[in-house]
């Protein structure tokens, strides 16, 4: 069964400060990942897909890195802002690579402290 | 910028009750699809939407769910006759294509409360 698994499950940081999130997952075959930011009561929005070829890619202070042969992927935050705070899910696709082969993680809730 | 939005932001029906949740994808998407969120649980995948017919759904998906585009713009999604269990965030989604890598954008989401 596809499996998508986040680490921590909550995180507090002071602003200002750097993170780092983990995802580990046992989809196969596998498509490309994504990492998506969830704001309370709002939708995902995308930050990074990389397929197993990409090892990092960064979206402004986000950098994702995959490693396609341990099956685990990290997002990491640089200089954190209060903004930051939200749900960070992790989803893996599968080989037909669409949004309907998505599996997702719980996420990690991310609070940034002033 | 394009959006996804949905409609209505929160619903609250009671058991057994039919609901139609709406939604109005980004306008040149061709790929549409519902997931749900039950609180404090994963965004679970429901059905997905090309051409006028479904092209995948989930378990979950089941006789009391139904997609339909009545016009151009709209996508809804309807569940015939609720239950306590069908309380939780649904959210809508569109693809310009259902090729590897498209990106997929989510609407804001319906809060669903069945009591």
């Known amino acids: 069964k596809n499996q998508v698994e986040q680490s921590p499950q909550s995180l507090i940081i002071l602003e200002g400060k750097n993170c780092t999130l983990q995802c580990n997952y046992t989809v196969s075959p596998f498509s490309n990942l994504r990492w998506y930011k969830q704001d309370t009561g709002r939708g995902p929005v995308s930050l990074t897909i990389?397929?197993?070829?990409?090892n990092t890619k960064s979206n402004g202070r986000y950098t994702a890195t995959l490693d396609a042969d341990t099956k685990q992927s990290s997002l990491h935050i640089t200089a954190s802002q209060l903004s930051d705070s939200a749900s960070y899910i992790c989803?893996?696709?599968?080989?037909?690579?669409?949004?309907?082969?998505?599996?997702f993680g719980k996420g990690t809730h991310l609070i940034i402290q002033p | 910028e394009p959006e996804v939005t949905q409609t209505p932001s929160h619903q609250v029906t009671q058991m057994g009750q039919e609901v139609i949740l709406r939604c109005v994808p980004i306008s040149n998407h061709l790929y549409f699809y519902w997931y749900r969120q039950i609180l404090g649980q994963k965004v679970e995948f429901l059905v997905s939407?090309?051409?006028?017919?479904?092209?995948?759904k989930s378990e979950i998906f089941d006789d009391q769910f139904s997609v339909e585009r009545p016009d151009g713009s709209n996508f809804t999604l309807k569940i015939r006759s609720t239950k306590l269990e069908d309380s939780a965030m649904y959210f809508c989604a569109s693809s310009g294509s259902g090729h590897q890598n498209t990106e997929a954008f989510f609407g804001q989401g319906t809060r669903l409360t069945v009591v």
């Open positions: 939407f090309y051409n006028n017919e479904i092209s995948e």
């Open positions: 989803v893996v696709s599968d080989s037909g690579g669409g949004a309907d082969g998505l599996t």
């Open positions: 990389m397929t197993f070829s990409e």
